[in-house]
């Protein structure tokens, strides 16, 4: 009898599948503009009510205060890369965060209640009893993380004037692919800030993968909007305003697509600030 050489067929190689889903569209959708609608609505209650004031000048427009915001970003950076580079306690992250989240509460709630200091005071302590009572809560954490960009895009919008904001986020941009790319800093504090729930990022769970959003994407094109919306140059402040919030949700979404196409840690600020500052300056060519 003939020996049979029986050849099998070679299981196709699956191409793995993308993280981007309709279900992962549209929750990123619902979480991007729920944040940046009411961070708009704070930030318009913050500015008529006069809480505007510059970071570091007394002109909003002074480009310096971009400069000193940008060195307060680094600044914390450091101080939380010691902390994690030579394994000291977490209490002082969560002092920061604590600080961070309580501060940026006060700023949210005050401006639904500019009369009641004793109600947005009460709604702060209640958001950091539910976000502390059980710190490895995803959704009380993204809870949290959420009204601290509202507060913090939004004071930080209404305090800076367009061109200190521009240079700020360039410079952070370019900040943020050295980051991520090069010295990868920025990709050891998103893990360690997912593995102990720090409210440094916003979850947006799916079927199949997890994804986090850092703050920086959601505060700045906050930012952005809320300045031109109260300090804007434009006939149409309310349009270049919106326009900027959707170029920074085509940028976000390009970041995520990369992300969940090639299972690689992406910036998702580069291209936001690119696409937002194409729409500024479309709304100068038209004098919109």
Known sequence: MKNKIIAKKAKPIQKEENWLTKDAINKLAITFLLIELIG?????????????????????????????????????????????KFKRSNKLIWAMEMLAIFSTSIIVFSSFFPNDYIIALLLSAILFGLRYSQIKNVTRR???????????????????????????????????????????????????????????????????????????????????AASILTNGPFQHNWLISGLVLGMSFLGLGLSVQFVSQYKKAMPALPPQTLLMLLAILLGLILGA
Do not use: C, R, W
């Open 142 to 224: 993204t809870i949290a993380a959420s009204i601290a960009v509202m507060g913090a895009g939004a004071y930080i919008g209404i305090s800076l004037g367009l061109i200190p904001l521009i240079i700020f986020v360039t410079i952070l941009s370019l900040y943020d692919i050295l980051a991520v790319f090069f010295t990868k800093h920025m990709v050891q504090i998103g893990k360690e800030s997912t593995q102990n729930n720090f409210a440094f990022t916003i979850a947006i769970p799916t079927k199949l993968h997890n994804f986090e959003l850092g703050n920086g994407d959601l505060v700045i094109p906050l930012a952005i």
């Open 40 to 84: 708009i609505f704070v930030a318009q209650n913050l500015y008529t009510q006069g809480y505007a004031q510059a970071l570091f000048t007394e002109n909003i427009n002074d480009a310096v205060n971009g400069l000193y915001l940008f060195g307060m970003i680094i600044f914390s950076t450091i101080i939380l890369l010691l902390v994690l």
